[in-house]
């Protein structure tokens, strides 16, 4: 069987990464938190394993902010991009931001998470199961 290789990078190309394996579920978050990271209305995430995650170029770029005690965020130094977040109960698996993808992906997103603290100003206007917090 063929091994799965995705690519990705930041907004300014200083930070490139590769994923030798899946991209699994992926869940738009409304978070307060993630809305802040991005300046969006969600952020778009899936989980990678940290195995199968290789920053190629730039990693001294990889700017990490801690922005719960329990959750790192990491980011381009340079161009603000967010790349993956980490979360100290799971740390071998990284939380990927997919809008950093180059490579295409096959899947589309599975869910809402954390409806209930979405923006007033944001409607979803897609099928997709809403959950007020984690499924
Ligand atoms: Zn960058
Ligand atoms: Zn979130």
Known sequence: MEEKKYTGSCL???????????????????????????????????????????????????????????????FCSECGSPIISIKEETPDTYRLRIGTLDSKLEHKPSSHIFVAYKAEWDTIYDDLPQYAERP
Do not use: W
């Not at 300014?12 to 300046?39: P, W």
């Not at 995430?45 to 199968?52: E, F, I």
């Open 12 to 74: 300014c190309g200083g930070i490139r990464y590769e994923i030798h394996g899946e991209i699994g579920d992926i869940l738009e978050c409304h978070c307060q938190r993630c809305r802040k990271a991005n300046g969006t209305a969600f952020a778009t995430n899936a989980p990678v394993k940290k195995t199968d995650f290789k920053i190629t170029h730039g990693e001294n770029l990889l700017k990490k902010f801690e922005s719960t005690p329990t959750t790192m965020r990491c």
